[in-house]
C-alpha cells in the first residue's frame, strides 16, 4: 500500500500549503500577503502539487489549520478544506494552527523545556497556547496583550511581538504532524468576535428635528 499522501492548508496568519506522507514533508509553499487568503489559496494548492509530481486525485487526507485567528482569512482555509474533501471524497482533520507551530519548534530540534507559540492577533493581542517540551499543548489557546505572557520562550509568527524572533508555520509540518496532532474539529476558533458585526440596534432613518428645521427655512 503507498503512503497517504496529505495536504495541509493553513490561512490563520498568512497562505500556508504542504504535502507529505509518511516518508517525509514532499512540498511547502506560502504566500505571505495576509489579505490574498481567498485569491491565493487554490492555486499555491495547485503549485504545491505540480512540485511534487502529485494532483489531487492522490490526496488521502486533508489536515486545515483551525486558528486561532483572525475571522475572514479562517474561514477562507476551513471552507476550501471542507470542499475538497467532499468533492474528492477524503476525510478533512481540523487541528489547532498553534500545535503545527509548536510540532516544527520541536522538530527543528531546540533546546527542550516549556515554551509558548504566538501568532498576532492585532489590537496589540497576540493568540497564543503553552507548550511542553515535547510539543503538547499544556492549556487551550488564549488572547492576550504580549506584555501579560508568561515568561517562557516564544515562537511562532507573532514571537517578534513578545520579545523573540518570528518563525512562520511551515505547511510542510502541517501536513506531516497532521495526522498525529489533537483533532480539535472545523469550526474556526476565533476567540474573540469578529471585528465586522451585525448591528442590533436599528437605525432610524427619518431625519433628527433639529436638522428636518432647519431643512424647512433652507
Sequence with gaps: ????????????????????????ILASRAVTDSRAHA???????????????????DLGLIVVGVGPGPFTGLRVGV????????????????????????A??????????????????RRREVYWARYAADGRRVDPPSVSPASELPELPVV????????????PLDG??????GP???EVGLSPLYLRRPDATV??????TLLQPRLARGLARS
Design 1 to 24: 500500500m503507498s503512503p497517504t499522501l496529505t495536504l495541509g492548508i493553513d490561512t490563520s496568519t498568512d497562505v500556508r500549503v504542504g504535502l507529505a506522507d509518511e516518508t517525509g
Design 39 to 57: 485569491e491565493q489559496l487554490m492555486p499555491l494548492v495547485n503549485a504545491t502539487l505540480a512540485e511534487a509530481c502529485r494532483t489531487l486525485d
Design 79 to 102: 471552507v476550501t478544506a471542507q470542499t475538497l474533501g467532499f468533492a474528492l471524497g477524503v476525510p478533512v482533520r481540523g487541528v489547532c494552527s498553534l500545535d503545527a507551530v509548536a
Design 104 to 121: 516544527g519548534h520541536v522538530a527543528a530540534g531546540y533546546p527542550g523545556g516549556e515554551f509558548l507559540a504566538v501568532s498576532d492577533a
Design 156 to 167: 511562532g509568527p507573532g514571537a517578534g511581538l513578545a520579545g523573540g524572533t518570528p518563525s
Design 172 to 177: 510542510g509540518v502541517l501536513a506531516l504532524a
Design 180 to 182: 498525529e496532532l489533537p
Design 199 to 204: 448591528p442590533t440596534n436599528r437605525k432610524s
